[in-house]
């Protein structure tokens, strides 16, 4: 597996539509993912990001839409015939097989010859850092080691396609994170395109050149980690993804106010007729008395009503004069922790206007 024998396949989704009943889990959805690309469907349960994976495996057939792999329309294609590899949550291995047997059973239905099945399947465990490893049981892994068992059963047949969902979702946090990593190394070694579900939007947002993420069915949004976070296209993005204080806001002149106090923002203004506020609580500092700050700047009177000690970072939540919660994070380091305001305490909070971003309050 050093180098690719096929290109990646770019994917086109057009207008697929699924319902159960009234239900409608895909509605008319259309997304293009770009050839060798990593995207990400996230959202939360139900919303239908599992359901359109399954639409592009074969395993769900759609009511109406298109579906092509390159320029092969496949929507009809059974799912042994569609060249995808396939990473399952609960990794779907065979306990009564060794890791090797599970690794070669694809080949094996490709009826692959032993000797380049024997070749490709240590290939395969050596990619996923599981070099030595063919002979040993499946329940003498850990969870960790189990998962790169089913990655290496989903590439040894080296598809052009890799569809993932939530594989990470049974590892605890620390492994998560490392393999986060890894998958990410992993896809960029192998050049497949990879398309992979999740309702973490940390995971997304590490692992992702671009995410779509999911809501009733339909693509709330589809852009890259950067710009989701920065720009979200409405409150339910905004709000799925990170931690935000939305603060009601009118058109004012060429701007937007927050009651009396106008506000300076360098981004744009949706055309929208309920507009919101969305403030990110790393994006907030604490005006110290005598500190200097920009003119441009934009300063909250607040109240302190809650100070929260969290390690590598501090929350401190002040009410603002229409009482609205809002939320500064900051690093522990480098802070004087001692002259922390105290519940109760007056303060000013800042937010430049390059951090202050008006978005479409109407939800979704």
Excluded: W
Excluded at 98 to 120: H, M, Q, S
Excluded at 180 to 196: A, N, S, W
Excluded at 269 to 282: H, Q, T
Excluded at 308 to 329: A, K, W
């Amino acid at each position: 597996m050093t180098a690719r024998q096929t290109e990646a396949l770019p994917i086109r989704v057009s207008h697929v539509t699924k319902t159960y009943g009234s239900v409608h889990a895909l509605d008319d959805v259309s997304l293009d993912v770009v050839s060798g690309e990593f995207l990400t469907l996230l959202g939360p349960s139900g919303s239908g990001k599992t359901t359109l994976l399954m639409v592009l495996a074969g395993f769900t057939r759609p009511d109406r839409g298109s579906l092509k792999f390159g320029d092969r329309e496949v929507i009809r294609t059974p799912p042994h015939l569609r060249d995808v590899g396939m990473t399952f949550q609960n990794y779907a291995l065979f306990p009564h097989m060794t890791v090797a047997g599970n690794v070669a059973y694809p080949l094996r239905l490709r009826n692959v010859p032993k000797a380049e099945i024997t070749e490709r399947v240590e290939r395969a465990l050596e990619t996923v850092q599981l070099g030595g490893y063919g002979s040993r049981r499946i329940g003498q892994l850990s969870g960790g080691q189990r998962q790169r068992v089913a990655l290496a059963r989903s590439i040894v047949f080296e598809p052009r396609i890799l569809l993932m969902d939530e594989p990470l979702s049974a590892l605890d946090k620390k492994l998560r994170d490392q393999m986060q990593i890894e998958l990410r190394h992993l896809h960029d070694k192998l050049g497949m395109t990879t398309v992979y579900v999740t309702h973490d939007q940390r995971e997304a947002l590490t692992m992702s050149d671009r995410i779509a993420v999911v809501n009733h069915g339909r693509i709330m949004q589809l852009a890259t980690p950067r710009e989701l976070y920065d720009r979200p296209a409405n409150r339910f993005v905004a709000d799925f993804i990170g931690d935000s204080t939305f603060l009601p806001v009118r058109r004012s002149g060429r701007g937007v106010a927050f009651g009396d106090m106008a506000l300076t923002i360098n981004g744009p203004v949706p055309e929208a007729d309920n507009l919101l506020l969305m403030i990110r609580p790393e994006r907030v500092t604490l005006v110290r008395d005598g500190q200097s700050v920009a003119p441009e700047s934009n300063q909250f009177a607040a109240t302190v009503r809650e100070v929260v000690y969290q390690g590598d970072s501090y929350l401190l939540q002040s009410e603002l004069v229409d009482g609205t919660l809002l939320t500064m994070r900051g690093a522990v380091r480098g802070a004087n922790l001692s002259a922390m305001p105290t519940i109760g305490d007056r303060v000013t909070l800042n937010l430049a206007p390059d951090d202050a971003a008006v978005i479409d309050g109407s939800g979704c």
